[in-house]
């Protein structure tokens, strides 16, 4: 391994592998996730098989589905790498032909002889906390070639975009950040984690954090900067010492006011990694990127991360347009609350594509912190279901990949994701009966 990441044995070697096989091979179909991490894998695999001289078709998806496993099978791929999906879906996977490979993060339903998949389970590495799929996509690329270390800003975007910066880089993320800095490839400095041309639309816009009676509330936003004489004005770099301060003291007073955990509180001010290549931070590109994401953009997030200056101002206004719906539907949740059982909150989310967001913001910064939140999005004659806990929930022993798997499983669905974050699908017949199993499973988890 080129730089300085150290990897166990088995680790690396299942790298190699997978670097021989792209290497020796034809034409690879690769398919990614269409959030933030998955099209930063996807940017950075993009990349370096260009580099390489390999020929390569992508595509995005949201899901792997029936569609695009009948998709794949009609297309007759030499070789598959799906990056930020697979390792729950090891029956579809092996149902392809050809050489199939999986770079995924999400806890594996089982190892395979025909799959070879790249896994931090595998190895005994956490893929919740230091290692997503921009993660294994980054540590790929360099395996193919050294010279790919200046992709790792994407990576970093990549990890930013799947929340595994919260409390601070760790594990491989963290090694590949410290050498992305050592390479000069982003600086890192400490800073508000505020975003916007002035004071008052820093606060006013901001959806994370979100700050319960000023997120949204213009009026509000002005009256609370000008009782600390702050002018609204006023640019964020521009505010001296004494009334950063103040203003850090203020917003961390109101965060634990409205019950946010230590961690989030924590995180008001955090490392802002700057990429002097793009003239933007990776949480911005992050932020561009679900944007894009979410908003059925995929192959404009794609273009972005590959150098288009042109992308930059039409992803922009997406983000714009994104904003805008998380601030609506934040109000409307901060104003009617969510639906209550034992031990689960829920509620109805429009669209499907932002309710993992929706319900990612919600849960760390307006509901009960006591219970996970689950997010439900109506879609024809299924229910897409998004859930969201805590990092002090899972110590207290919650697995929202578990809860969901079973209890989607028990109506004929399908779930699974991480402890902290996973997802379901099921008949809408079928769901107050997966809200029940769901609520009980949960109860006995932390019980």
């Known amino acids: 391994m080129s730089g300085s990441v150290t990897l166990p044995g088995e680790f690396s070697e299942a790298l190699g592998h997978v670097a021989k096989a792209i290497q020796s091979n034809g034409q690879l179909r690769v398919v990614t996730h269409y959030d933030a991490d998955g099209i930063a894998a996807g940017a950075i695999i993009a990349s370096a098989l260009t580099r390489a001289g390999r020929p390569f078709h992508l595509t995005m998806a949201k899901g792997f589905d029936d569609d695009l496993t009948d998709r794949l099978s009609k297309e007759g791929n030499e070789m598959v790498l799906f990056l930020d999906m697979g390792s729950g879906q090891i029956d579809r996977l092996e149902k392809l032909e050809g050489v199939v490979i999986a770079l995924d993060h999400h806890k594996p339903a089982r190892k395979s002889r025909k799959v070879l998949q790249v896994n931090p389970h595998f190895f005994e590495i956490d893929g919740m906390t230091e290692t997503c799929a921009s993660t294994l996509s980054m540590l790929l690329s360099i395996t193919i070639d050294a010279r790919n270390w200046d992709l790792s800003p994407i990576a970093l975007a990549g990890m930013i975009g799947d929340r595994q910066h919260m409390g601070g880089m760790k594990g491989l993320n963290l090694q590949i950040l410290d050498e992305s800095a050592d390479q000069g490839y982003v600086t890192v400095q400490k800073s508000l984690n505020l975003k916007g041309p002035n004071m008052h639309k820093a606060i006013s816009e901001s959806v994370d954090p979100y700050f319960v009676g000023l997120s949204g509330r ?70 561009l990127l679900n944007a894009c994401g979410r908003q059925d953009h995929e192959s404009l997030g794609l273009a972005l991360c590959l150098g288009d ?55 760390q910064y307006i509901l009960d912190q006591s219970k996970p939140t689950l997010a439900l999005s109506t879609v024809g004659d299924r229910i897409k279901v998004s859930s969201r806990g805590t990092k002090y929930l899972v110590s207290k022993g919650l697995d929202l990949a578990a809860a969901l798997k079973k209890a989607a499983g028990g109506v004929g669905g399908v779930g699974g994701g991480h402890a902290v974050a996973s997802g379901a699908t099921i008949k809408v017949d079928a769901r107050d009966k997966f809200l029940e199993s769901c609520d009980s499973i949960v109860g006995v988890q932390m019980d």
């Open 218 to 287: 213009g009026d509000n936003a002005t009256a609370f900067l000008e009782s600390m004489k702050i002018n609204p004005e006023t640019a964020l770099g521009s505010l001296d010492e004494f009334y950063r301060r103040k203003l850090t003291s203020m917003l961390s007073l109101r965060l634990m006011g409205q019950g946010c955990r230590p961690e989030t509180v924590e995180e008001l001010v955090t490392d802002v990694l700057w990429i002097p290549s793009m003239e933007l931070s990776a949480a911005d590109l992050a932020d």
């Open 309 to 363: 200056r042109e992308a930059l101002a039409e992803a922009g206004d997406l983000r714009s347009e994104y904003n805008r719906k998380l601030m609506e539907r934040l109000l409307s949740i901060e104003t009617d609350g969510a639906q209550q059982k034992d031990h689960i909150q829920y509620f109805d989310a429009d669209e499907p594509s932002m309710a993992g967001a929706i319900c990612g913001l919600a849960m």
